[in-house]
């Protein structure tokens, strides 16, 4: 392929008008090069506001390195005790955002996996990283050569679509958009035996978002794609060629998020750490208030939209996984779908669930690394 017709392609992507056939020939051609040019017409910046946008505020930087550190001695710890080589042990990289490290507060997903005595984790997360960021600073690849874990973690995507205003511009508050009828990838996500859908919802949700969220999601995928094919095939297509044979690869796609700035008091004590939380981490400011600023404050309309998105999301994951059985010849990569596990009460504030229900989550993991089934509420898809 050469460069001007990668070039027409991309442009057919951010207008959400590429066909399926051309969106399959961009995936397996597409650089990082190509990333940083999507993502630059997607937000309508320079490489530079990208990254400044995308950056981890200092103060957040600060508190995930303390609770990464924390992790990181126990995993050195293990390993120095001859934790690798016994029978059904674990080693584990991790990478990813706040559902992978959640600041000091609470036990996220990926606390409760380092509980267990037969996995030893090694903690790259960081609370408000962005996919990007992840794909551009490539930490993890080094970390993998160096280790050559048994199973790779990846938690991305939320930052990037709700950092910095930006689901704003993902939507239109007309709500008569038609943007899925013109994305034919996007309409086969949407195929027979998936998961539960609340139609009436989607199709509401469906209604406001833009070309712009379409693209977002392609660009998703392409990253993802960069990402597993690089770690399985050394980025050349032929699993033969990879460097880390066996390596399993999970993934996880977030819950339907819920819009709103209430600040979380309530008549149960225990759960002291929910206004906390909400005053000092951004409650209200990565959903509600986007929405509000563009002129879709129904708060039905907001919860629908988003529910539009996870689920979107979710499987576009899950076929994002599917595409490398095939590629690898054997289970590599699985999706855990947290798809409704949270619930209407479940969330410490817009993003980010109670530690029980994180727990449930880190156990769907767990079973997932051991082989075991998933728990009741959660699944895991190949």
Same mark, same amino acid.
């Given at each position: 392929?050469? /460069?001007?017709?990668? +070039?027409?392609? *991309?442009?057919?992507?951010?207008? @959400?008008?590429?066909?399926?056939? !051309?969106? &399959?020939?961009?995936?397996?051609?597409?650089?990082?090069?190509?990333?940083?040019?999507?993502?630059?017409?997607?937000?309508?910046?320079?490489?530079?506001?990208?990254?400044?946008?995308?950056?981890?505020?200092?103060?957040?930087?600060?508190?995930?390195?303390?609770?990464?550190?924390?992790?990181?001695?126990?995993?050195?710890?293990?390993?120095?005790?001859?934790?690798?080589?016994?029978?059904?042990?674990?080693?584990?990289?991790?990478?990813?955002?706040?559902?992978?490290?959640?600041?000091?507060?609470?036990?996220?997903?990926?606390?409760?996996?380092?509980?267990?005595?037969?996995?030893?984790?090694?903690?790259?997360?960081?609370?408000?990283?962005?996919?990007?960021?992840?794909?551009?600073?490539?930490?993890?690849?080094?970390?993998?050569? /160096?280790?050559?874990? +048994?199973?790779? *973690?990846?938690?991305?995507?939320? @930052?990037?679509?709700?950092?910095? !205003?930006? &689901?704003?511009?993902?939507?239109?508050?007309?709500?008569?958009?038609?943007?899925?009828?013109?994305?034919?990838?996007?309409?086969?996500?949407?195929?027979?035996?998936?998961?539960?859908?609340?139609?009436?919802?989607?199709?509401?949700?469906?209604?406001?978002?833009?070309?712009?969220?379409?693209?977002?999601?392609?660009?998703?995928?392409?990253?993802?794609?960069?990402?597993?094919?690089?770690?399985?095939?050394?980025?050349?297509?032929?699993?033969?060629?990879?460097?880390?044979?066996?390596?399993?690869?999970?993934?996880?796609?977030?819950?339907?998020?819920?819009?709103?700035?209430?600040?979380?008091?309530?008549?149960?004590?225990?759960?002291?750490?929910?206004?906390?939380?909400?005053?000092?981490?951004?409650?209200?400011?990565?959903?509600? /208030?986007?929405?509000?600023?563009?002129? *879709?404050?129904?708060?039905?309309?907001?919860?629908?939209?988003?529910?539009?998105? &996870?689920?979107?999301?979710?499987?576009?994951?899950?076929?994002?996984?599917?595409?490398?059985?095939?590629?690898?010849?054997?289970?590599?990569?699985?999706?855990?779908?947290?798809?409704?596990?949270?619930?209407?009460?479940?969330?410490?504030?817009?993003?980010?669930?109670?530690?029980?229900?994180?727990?449930?989550?880190?156990?769907?993991?767990?079973?997932?690394?051991?082989?075991?089934?998933?728990?009741?509420?959660?699944?895991?898809?190949?």
């Amino acid at each position: 392929m050469t /460069t001007s017709q990668k +070039d027409e392609l *991309i442009s057919e992507l951010l207008a @959400n008008r590429i066909s399926l056939p !051309n969106f &399959i020939s961009l995936r397996a051609e597409v650089d990082e090069r190509d990333l940083s040019n999507i993502i630059q017409r997607i937000y309508d910046l320079n490489d530079e506001q990208v990254k400044k946008i995308a950056a981890l505020a200092p103060l957040m930087a600060k508190v995930d390195a303390i609770k990464n550190q924390q992790r990181n001695g126990k995993f050195i710890a293990k390993i120095k005790n001859g934790f690798r080589g016994k029978p059904g042990n674990k080693v584990i990289l991790v990478e990813g955002d706040s559902w992978f490290n959640y600041p000091i507060l609470l036990s996220d997903v990926i606390d409760w996996i380092g509980m267990e005595s037969n996995m030893a984790v090694y903690s790259l997360a960081s609370g408000g990283d962005w996919l990007l960021n992840m794909l551009s600073a490539r930490k993890y690849v080094e970390q993998l050569s /160096t280790m050559h874990p +048994d199973v790779f *973690i990846l938690s991305g995507g939320g @930052n990037d679509l709700v950092g910095s !205003n930006r &689901i704003a511009a993902m939507v239109d508050p007309s709500g008569k958009m038609n943007e899925l009828s013109h994305s034919e990838w996007a309409q086969r996500l949407m195929k027979p035996g998936g998961a539960p859908i609340n139609m009436d919802r989607f199709e509401n949700g469906i209604a406001y978002l833009s070309k712009d969220f379409f693209a977002l999601l392609m660009f998703f995928q392409l990253q993802y794609y960069n990402i597993f094919n690089g770690i399985l095939t050394s980025g050349s297509g032929d699993a033969k060629k990879g460097k880390f044979p066996g390596i399993k690869i999970i993934t996880q796609g977030y819950d339907y998020a819920q819009p709103n700035r209430k600040p979380g008091f309530g008549i149960k004590p225990w759960r002291w750490y929910k206004p906390f939380a909400r005053m000092f981490l951004g409650h209200g400011s990565w959903l509600k /208030t986007p929405l509000d600023l563009r002129g *879709i404050s129904d708060e039905n309309v907001q919860r629908d939209v988003v529910y539009a998105m &996870i689920y979107l999301f979710n499987e576009m994951m899950i076929e994002t996984g599917e595409l490398f059985k095939n590629i690898a010849g054997y289970d590599c990569v699985f999706h855990i779908d947290s798809r409704g596990s949270v619930g209407d009460d479940g969330w410490t504030d817009e993003l980010h669930p109670l530690p029980a229900k994180f727990r449930n989550t880190g156990r769907a993991f767990i079973n997932c690394i051991n082989g075991l089934p998933p728990t009741s509420g959660l699944v895991y898809k190949v």
